[in-house]
């Protein structure tokens, strides 16, 4: 994670062999997965190959209020009200 500004970038890598596809949603069906949620929050998003395999998602979401550390399963976790612009 990186705050530069009101822009929060997040980086999440696996060591999945496929790279990540964007399902639309079902009118109707099951909450949408982890990358539909993605794509409809972030300002900007992709993936890219790392240099080992796998894949990394990245996404960008425009902070709305100031960075709050919170405690979350034990662990000092940073949040903030961010939202796409």
Do not use: F
Not at 1 to 23: H, W, Y
Not at 51 to 59: K, L, N, P, Q
Not at 73 to 80: E, L, T
């Amino acid at each position: 994670m990186e705050l530069l500004g009101t822009l929060l970038s997040v980086a999440v890598a696996d060591d999945g062999p496929r790279p990540p596809v964007l399902r639309e949603r079902v009118e109707g069906g099951v909450a949408p997965d982890g990358l539909l949620a993605v794509a409809e929050l972030a300002t900007a998003w992709g993936c890219m190959p790392p240099r080992d395999g796998g894949e990394i998602v990245w996404a960008t979401l425009r902070q709305l209020a100031p960075l709050v550390v919170r405690r979350y399963h034990g662990r000092s976790v940073r949040s903030c009200g961010c939202v796409a612009s």
